[in-house]
T-cell receptor, first 109, second 113 residues
Framework: ELKVEQNPLFLSMQEGKNYTIYCNYS?????LYWYRQDPGKSLESLFV???NGAVKQEGRLMASLDTKARLSTLHITAAVHDLSATYFC?????????WGAGTKLIIKP | DAGVTQSPTHLIKTRGQQVTLRCSPI?????VSWYQQVLGQGPQFIFQ???????GRGNFPDRFSARQFPNYSSELNVNALLLGDSALYLC????????????FGSGTQLSVL
């Protein structure tokens, strides 16, 4: 059974700081997704990572994938308050996405 | 272009009732998936449909059923509602089963009292 684990589950940080969210998964997969969710809202696609060594960046967020280690990271650079949200990673397993529990990120001014 | 649309946005039901949730995929998308998200957790896969056929089913009881129509819209039905069915129900679409990006609707918030 494919399992996806995120850590930390909760992160409170100051504006301007850097931090990394980790996503481990238990079996091989060729697609790794990162989504953002604001309270009471739906899921916003951030990144889709398709191959080993893939790195994608959008603004202050950068995601990477190591398929050999079964690990993806979401790095936040110089955090700003607007990045406060819950971040999910998900792994594509045939016809479905298997999701991590989410990382609730609070960025304090 | 319109994104994935779901209706209704909110719904309140009592235990034992039945509910139908609706989803219209992005134009041109033939694959629709349903997910349940309980507060504070990640989404859980319920169903995937492609070209009107069920392609996958998650670990949900038979009270949950779905279908896809010729225009690729979809309905999720839940019978004999339980308190534990209270959740955000999300519909997602993609162009095909082998395609990469999955687009989510805004969801239906179901409360069972």
């Amino acid at each position: 059974e494919l399992k996806v684990e995120q850590n930390p589950l909760f992160l409170s940080m100051q504006e301007g700081k850097n931090y990394t969210i980790y996503c481990n998964y238990s079996t091989t997969s060729d697609r790794l997704y990162w989504y953002r969710q604001d309270p009471g809202k739906s899921l916003e696609s951030l990144f889709v990572l398709l191959s080993n060594g893939a790195v994608k960046q959008e603004g202050r967020l950068m995601a990477s994938l190591d398929t050999k280690a079964r690990l993806s990271t979401l790095h936040i650079t110089a955090a700003v308050h607007d990045l406060s949200a819950t971040y999910f990673c998900a792994v594509d397993s045939n016809y479905q996405l298997i999701w991590g529990a989410g990382t609730k990120l609070i960025i304090k001014p | 272009d319109a994104g994935v649309t779901q209706s209704p946005t909110h719904l309140i039901k009592t235990r034992g009732q039945q509910v139908t949730l609706r989803c219209s995929p992005i134009s041109g998308h033939k694959s629709v998936s349903w997910y349940q998200q309980v507060l504070g957790q990640g989404p859980q896969f319920i169903f995937q449909y492609y070209e009107k056929e069920e392609r996958g089913r998650g670990n949900f009881p038979d009270r949950f059923s779905a279908r896809q129509f010729p225009n690729y819209s979809s309905e999720l039905n839940v019978n004999a509602l339980l308190l534990g069915d209270s959740a955000l129900y999300l519909c997602a679409s993609r162009t095909g089963t082998g395609k990469v990006e999955l687009f989510f609707g805004s969801g239906t918030q179901l409360s069972v009292l």
